[in-house]
Structures are given as structure tokens and as C-alpha cells.
């Protein structure tokens, strides 16, 4: 089943003198000036224009505590310059501001990719993309463009790529609060706005947690709050992040649970909507979803994420009857919860528990970040697979990649803390996660309550200490309503709100009552439980994916370009782990990506 993909293309001959901004219906379409593409994107993009100037907003900015997109734009007829126009926005947005006079375009993004673009400069053109699918589609064949493997082991090593790298040697992706201005001259980039990291490590637990769940509020609010009336609704899963969204909105939104069964995950989300008393949606996915949705994720994720992560894919039928914009929770567990910052778990007795400490990063925060980051592609030594006389080498170049992002954070970071925070979120629109955002947008207009100015500073100002026991989350959670608190999670059937000790003393409490009865169900959640499925058993109970496994192995086209690794030995090892061995799921899903988003894109 095909899936109407959210396209949004920019395109401007230079050499055109028509000097407007159009919007017009396709992929890349024909036309004169500004030539702005859109096919199943949402929101529609707007324009405005006068005789000296034009401006096309993109997105759902907020202004005034609210979404406005028109106000955007008769703003941005007003203001003096972009960065003027830009910096007291907030919210997800991308701007287009064509300036007659100077015969000059920029092009600005908010401070997350709320809405990311992939951009080239090809001499006398301009090309862009939402989708670095439908930019690559057209680049990769231009004379001179090289594809860089080295932006492919990246994905294949940290699961994302890094800074503005692309495939192709042309191509880059706007990096965040950024102004691209395109003229006849060629292009320039300036910011207006960068990451503050001062901390304020006066506040106890309780008053970070009292301002967290205030910003949180007034994030959804701002979200909720526009020219025209709308239906909300909001993906709601078992875990703490969309529940304590879910507290956050004033009035009961319609919320969505996907999950394969009926599972734990489902219960927990079930039950929450009951205490909010909103209506609550199951949408129980088929179990071949991600295989019959295979090419339309990886056209989604542009090859640069794996398509596992496009969950939410082609389930606009059931949203689109009870919504027409949707929230969700992403991004609140790396920001508040300390998901990736440098910690281990504190062991009794050989055993760990729900306790953990941050440990000292020392002066090699590059290795640190190359090893331990927990997002990178795990259950395979990737380095065993590069053919031996390019090893070292390929390591530079990996260290060198990791170095680029710390030497971008110079100007902002005074810690290694805080040095590791911005290899985290430097372009929080290349998180590897980001696909689960842009498979929303397939189902309808989706905003993301953490890409909130005023919140994100917070997360700025918090020491790591402050979040790396989610003491703040669990605060807010219980103070918002207590009941939310009592509700399980779906990855350890736990109350939510449960301190490390209670947890802890529920784990070894539950594991005696298990031996003592022998009753099964006294365990902790299996993958089935949970909406994610486990990697290794979804590749082996498909078929078609182990063929694209396969395909990959054997690809001429993707050994021709990632010349680094030995091939011979890749291979044996893919063939062993189709055959059964555990560990490299998510690397032959990440190499099934890549190898099919090149052949899509021939």
C-alpha cells in the first residue's frame, strides 16, 4: 500500500528574473521564481508578498503565545532583515524570506529542524528538500557529484549522520537557527541564536520540578492555541514522556496508542486516557506493517535512519477521522530524563539497580561519545568488518566527525558535560529517532511540545546531575496528577512515579515471589509487551526483510561504495546472522536501508 509521503521542494533558478514566491502542487514543479513544492505536506505553506519583498512560512511557527502562521508572515513583510524576523519565534517552522531588491533569498530554520531541509547550491540553481530522497533523486546523477561513505559509515556506525553532512558531495542539511542566503553570489550562513549552557544548580528537586511541568503546560498550550478551531489529538504510549504531555493539555485531546497486540504498553495508555478522560484510540498494526510499508520508509528516512524507526507510516485513516493535528512526546526522555548522558547503574551485590551517577567523562570526551554513546548501532563490532589496511583511517575519519560537532560547540560549551550534551542535540533534526516525527506527518499536521524555546532553555540550564536520576520527571509527573504516577510503564510494568529504592525493592521483591511461586507472570515486560518490536525477532519472522538483508550482502552497487569494508567477511557474517546468531538485526536493517534507498533512487 503507497503512502502520500509529506513532500516539500524549493527550487530557484537564479538566472529567472521573475522575482516572486509560488507555491504549487508536486515534487520539484515547473514554474517561475521561487518555485515552493507541496505534495501531502502539512500544514499548506503560505505566502505573503509586496513589491520590495516576499515571505513563505512553512510549519506551524508560534508568535504571541500562539500559532499564527499569517501573523508570521505580515511580521516578516514588516521586519528589517531575517534575523529580525527570526529570533523571537518560537515553535517548528521554516521560513522563506525573498528580498526583490537584492535580489536575494534566505532561508531560515528554528532552533530544533523542527521542519529539516537538505540543501545544494548548484551554480546557477538553488535546489532544497524536506525529504533528502526527492533532493538526492536529482543530485547523485549531476556531473562531478562523488557519493561520501563516509556519511554512510556514520549511519551505519552512530545510527544518524552528523553536523551538515549528506550522501553526496553537492548536497547539506541546514543546520539549526541558521539563515541560508542564496544570491547570484553564491551562499552564506549566519545564526541568530545559540545554546545558552549556564546552569543554575540552586534549584531543588521540587522547584525544577514545579517549573518543568509550567513550561511543559505552556508549551502545549501555545500548541493548542491558534486563529482556527482544530481537533487535537496526541500519540499517548505507556511510558512516562506522553503521559505527562497527556497532564499538560488543558482540555482532553483524542489520544492514538499503535502498538502489534493489545499489549502492557496499550494497558498503561489505556489507562491514562481513562484518568484524563480523554478518548482513547487503539491502533493495532498488522505484523508484516513495517515490511508492506518497507520503500516508503525508506524514502521517508532519506536512507539516513533505519526504516524501523518509521513506525507511525501510513495510518492516516485513523487518524485523520478524529484529528487534524497531532502532539506527541518525543524528545522529553533525552532532554529531561538524562536518557544519553554518561552514567552507569549503581550495583548491590553484583546485582543493578534503579540508582544512577554520572561518571567522569575525562579528557577523550571523543572516544567516549564513539563507544558509549547509547544510540549507535549496537550488537556488532563495526570496526571488525573495515578491511585492515583502512582501519586507521577510518577511524580518524569517525574521530574527526565526532571532533567537528565539539570544535561547532566551542563558542557555547564550557564543560565536558556540556561538550557531550551538544554532540546530543546539536541538530536535534537528525536524532536518529526523528523518523517517528516525520511518520506522524504522514497521519496528519504533528508539533512536538519539546521543540518549545522557553522549555529548551530549561533543559539548558539543568546540571546533569539534576536529570541524570529523573528525580525532576518523576516529581512533575505525580504533581500533575498523582494518579498518572501510579499507572505502570510498559518497559518495566513499574508505577511511573516509583522512586529508584521502590523500584528497585518491587525488581528483587518480585524476582523471590517468582522463584517462591513459580508463577511466570512475575517477570519484567518482554519485548512483546512493549510497542517496538525486538529487532532480532522482527528480521527472522520476515522473509522479505532477510531478502533485503540479503540484497544488501550481495549489492555490487553498495560494495562499489563502501569500499571500506572487507566483503568476504561482511558476508559470512550476515549469512550467519540471518541464519540465526544473534547481534546484527539492527545492522543489516540499517544496511537493507541503504542499499534499497540507493536503488529507489536510480
Same mark, same amino acid.
Not at 533505519?306 to 507511525?312: C, E, G, K, N, Q
Not at 512475575?522 to 540479503?550: G, V
Given at each position: 500500500?503507497t503512502?502520500?509521503?509529506?513532500?516539500?521542494?524549493?527550487?530557484?533558478?537564479?538566472?529567472?528574473?521573475?522575482?516572486?514566491?509560488?507555491v504549487?502542487?508536486?515534487?520539484?514543479?515547473?514554474g517561475?521564481?521561487?518555485?515552493v513544492?507541496?505534495?501531502?505536506?502539512?500544514?499548506?505553506?503560505?505566502?505573503r508578498?509586496?513589491?520590495?519583498?516576499?515571505v513563505?512560512?512553512i510549519?506551524?511557527?508560534?508568535i504571541?503565545d500562539r500559532v499564527s502562521?499569517?501573523?508570521?508572515?505580515?511580521?516578516?513583510?514588516?521586519a528589517?532583515?531575517?534575523?529580525?524576523?527570526?529570533?523571537?519565534l518560537n515553535?517548528?517552522?521554516?521560513?522563506?524570506?525573498?528580498?526583490?531588491?537584492?535580489?536575494?533569498?534566505?532561508?531560515? /530554520?528554528?532552533?530544533?529542524?523542527?521542519v529539516p531541509l537538505?540543501?545544494?547550491?548548484a551554480?546557477?540553481?538553488?535546489?532544497?528538500?524536506?525529504?533528502?530522497?526527492?533532493?538526492?533523486?536529482?543530485?547523485?546523477?549531476?556531473p562531478g557529484?562523488?557519493?561520501k561513505?563516509?556519511?554512510?559509515?556514520?549511519f551505519?556506525?552512530?545510527?544518524?549522520?552528523?553536523m551538515?553532512?549528506?550522501?553526496?558531495?553537492?548536497? $547539506?542539511?541546514?543546520?539549526p537557527?541558521?539563515?541560508?542566503?542564496?544570491?547570484?553570489g553564491?551562499?552564506t550562513?549566519?545564526?541568530y541564536?545559540?545554546?545558552?549552557?549556564?546552569?543554575?544548580?540552586k534549584?531543588?528537586?521540587?522547584?525544577?520540578?514545579?517549573?518543568?511541568?509550567?513550561?511543559?503546560r505552556?508549551?502545549?498550550?501555545?500548541?493548542?492555541?491558534?486563529?482556527t478551531?482544530?481537533?487535537y489529538? $496526541?500519540?499517548?504510549?505507556?511510558?512516562?514522556?506522553?503521559? /505527562?504531555?497527556?497532564?499538560?493539555f488543558?482540555?482532553?485531546?483524542?489520544?492514538?496508542?499503535?502498538?502489534?497486540?493489545?499489549?502492557?504498553?496499550?494497558?498503561?495508555?489505556?489507562q491514562?486516557?481513562?484518568?484524563?478522560?480523554?478518548?482513547? $484510540?487503539?491502533?493495532q498494526?498488522?505484523?508484516?506493517?513495517?515490511?508492506?510499508?518497507?520503500?516508503?520508509?525508506?524514502?521517508?528516512?532519506?536512507?539516513?535512519?533505519?526504516?524501523?524507526?518509521?513506525?507511525?507510516?501510513?495510518?492516516?485513516?485513523?487518524?485523520?477521522?478524529?484529528?487534524?493535528?497531532?502532539?506527541h512526546?518525543?524528545?522529553?526522555?533525552?532532554?529531561?530524563?538524562?536518557?544519553?548522558?554518561?552514567?552507569?547503574?549503581i550495583h548491590?551485590?553484583?546485582?543493578?539497580?534503579?540508582?544512577?551517577?554520572?561518571?567522569?567523562?575525562?579528557?577523550?570526551?571523543?572516544?567516549?561519545?564513539?563507544?558509549?554513546?547509547?544510540?549507535?548501532?549496537?550488537?556488532?563490532?563495526?570496526?571488525?568488518?573495515?578491511?585492515?589496511?583502512?582501519q586507521?583511517?577510518?577511524?580518524?575519519?569517525?574521530?574527526s566527525?565526532?571532533?567537528?560537532?565539539?570544535?561547532d560547540?566551542d563558542?557555547?560549551?564550557?564543560t565536558n558535560?556540556d561538550r557531550?550534551?551538544?554532540?546530543?542535540? $546539536?541538530?536535534?533534526?537528525?536524532?536518529?529517532?526523528?523518523?517517528?516525527?516525520?511518520?506522524?506527518?504522514t497521519?496528519a499536521?504533528?508539533?512536538?511540545?519539546?521543540?518549545?524555546?522557553?522549555?529548551?532553555?530549561?533543559?539548558? /540550564?539543568?546540571h546533569?546531575k539534576?536529570?541524570?536520576?529523573?528525580?525532576?520527571?518523576?516529581?512533575?509527573?505525580?504533581?500533575?496528577?498523582?494518579r498518572f504516577g501510579?499507572?505502570?510503564?510498559g518497559?518495566?510494568?513499574?508505577?511511573?512515579?516509583?522512586?529508584?529504592?521502590?523500584?528497585?525493592?518491587?525488581?528483587?521483591?518480585?524476582?523471590?515471589?517468582?522463584?517462591?511461586?513459580?508463577n511466570?507472570?512475575?517477570r519484567a515486560?518482554?519485548?512483546?509487551?512493549?510497542?517496538?518490536p525486538?529487532?532480532?525477532?522482527?528480521?527472522?519472522n520476515?522473509?522479505?526483510?532477510?531478502?533485503?538483508?540479503?540484497?544488501?550482502?550481495?549489492?555490487?552497487?553498495?560494495?562499489?561504495?563502501?569500499?571500506?569494508?572487507?566483503?568476504p567477511?561482511?558476508?559470512?557474517?550476515g549469512e550467519?546472522? &540471518?541464519?540465526?546468531?544473534?547481534?546484527?538485526?539492527?545492522? &543489516?536493517?540499517?544496511?537493507a536501508?541503504?542499499n534499497?534507498?540507493?536503488?529507489?533512487?536510480?
Amino acid at each position: 500500500m503507497t503512502v502520500k509521503l509529506p513532500h516539500l521542494t524549493i527550487s530557484w533558478p537564479k538566472c529567472d528574473e521573475e522575482l516572486s514566491v509560488n507555491v504549487r502542487d508536486g515534487v520539484f514543479p515547473k514554474g517561475t521564481g521561487v518555485v515552493v513544492g507541496s505534495s501531502g505536506f502539512r500544514p499548506e505553506p503560505i505566502v505573503r508578498q509586496t513589491a520590495q519583498r516576499a515571505v513563505c512560512v512553512i510549519g506551524a511557527p508560534v508568535i504571541n503565545d500562539r500559532v499564527s502562521r499569517t501573523q508570521v508572515a505580515e511580521y516578516g513583510l514588516a521586519a528589517a532583515d531575517p534575523k529580525t524576523f527570526s529570533v523571537n519565534l518560537n515553535g517548528q517552522f521554516l521560513l522563506l524570506w525573498l528580498d526583490k531588491r537584492e535580489r536575494s533569498l534566505s532561508v531560515i /530554520s528554528d532552533r530544533f529542524n523542527g521542519v529539516p531541509l537538505y540543501w545544494a547550491d548548484a551554480g546557477k540553481e538553488f535546489l532544497a528538500s524536506f525529504l533528502y530522497y526527492d533532493l538526492f533523486k536529482i543530485l547523485r546523477w549531476k556531473p562531478g557529484v562523488q557519493l561520501k561513505q563516509e556519511s554512510m559509515l556514520q549511519f551505519l556506525w552512530f545510527s544518524r549522520v552528523l553536523m551538515d553532512d549528506t550522501y553526496d558531495s553537492m548536497s $547539506h542539511f541546514l543546520m539549526p537557527a541558521t539563515i541560508l542566503e542564496i544570491s547570484y553570489g553564491g551562499v552564506t550562513q549566519s545564526r541568530y541564536w545559540r545554546p545558552d549552557f549556564s546552569k543554575n544548580t540552586k534549584r531543588s528537586v521540587q522547584t525544577a520540578g514545579e517549573e518543568y511541568v509550567a513550561h511543559l503546560r505552556r508549551s502545549v498550550a501555545r500548541l493548542t492555541r491558534e486563529d482556527t478551531v482544530r481537533r487535537y489529538g $496526541h500519540f499517548l504510549s505507556g511510558g512516562h514522556d506522553s503521559r /505527562s504531555i497527556l497532564a499538560a493539555f488543558a482540555e482532553p485531546p483524542e489520544c492514538f496508542t499503535v502498538a502489534f497486540s493489545d499489549n502492557l504498553e496499550v494497558d498503561c495508555a489505556r489507562q491514562a486516557a481513562a484518568i484524563a478522560e480523554a478518548p482513547h $484510540h487503539f491502533i493495532q498494526l498488522s505484523h508484516d506493517h513495517m515490511v508492506r510499508h518497507f520503500d516508503d520508509s525508506v524514502r521517508l528516512c532519506g536512507g539516513l535512519y533505519s526504516f524501523l524507526d518509521a513506525l507511525f507510516i501510513g495510518l492516516e485513516h485513523e487518524i485523520q477521522a478524529n484529528a487534524d493535528v497531532v502532539l506527541h512526546g518525543h524528545g522529553l526522555d533525552y532532554l529531561f530524563q538524562g536518557m544519553y548522558l554518561p552514567a552507569q547503574l549503581i550495583h548491590v551485590f553484583g546485582r543493578p539497580t534503579f540508582f544512577r551517577r554520572l561518571t567522569p567523562l575525562g579528557s577523550n570526551v571523543v572516544d567516549r561519545f564513539l563507544f558509549e554513546i547509547p544510540f549507535r548501532t549496537k550488537g556488532v563490532d563495526i570496526m571488525s568488518l573495515i578491511r585492515a589496511e583502512v582501519q586507521s583511517d577510518v577511524m580518524m575519519g569517525l574521530r574527526s566527525a565526532v571532533s567537528r560537532v565539539l570544535t561547532d560547540g566551542d563558542d557555547v560549551c564550557a564543560t565536558n558535560y556540556d561538550r557531550w550534551d551538544y554532540l546530543v542535540i $546539536h541538530a536535534l533534526g537528525r536524532h536518529y529517532s526523528y523518523p517517528n516525527i516525520a511518520s506522524k506527518l504522514t497521519c496528519a499536521e504533528q508539533r512536538t511540545p519539546c521543540f518549545d524555546n522557553d522549555l529548551f532553555d530549561f533543559y539548558l /540550564s539543568l546540571h546533569p546531575k539534576q536529570r541524570v536520576g529523573g528525580e525532576m520527571m518523576r516529581y512533575a509527573l505525580n504533581s500533575m496528577d498523582h494518579r498518572f504516577g501510579k499507572i505502570p510503564t510498559g518497559n518495566w510494568g513499574m508505577p511511573a512515579g516509583a522512586s529508584p529504592a521502590f523500584k528497585t525493592a518491587w525488581l528483587i521483591g518480585r524476582k523471590i515471589l517468582r522463584h517462591v511461586t513459580g508463577n511466570s507472570n512475575l517477570r519484567a515486560p518482554s519485548p512483546s509487551d512493549r510497542t517496538w518490536p525486538d529487532r532480532e525477532t522482527y528480521l527472522r519472522n520476515h522473509p522479505r526483510l532477510i531478502e533485503e538483508a540479503r540484497c544488501a550482502l550481495e549489492s555490487t552497487e553498495l560494495a562499489d561504495t563502501l569500499t571500506i569494508f572487507n566483503w568476504p567477511l561482511l558476508r559470512a557474517k550476515g549469512e550467519r546472522w &540471518l541464519a540465526g546468531e544473534s547481534g546484527g538485526a539492527a545492522f &543489516l536493517m540499517a544496511l537493507a536501508t541503504l542499499n534499497r534507498f540507493l536503488k529507489l533512487t536510480r
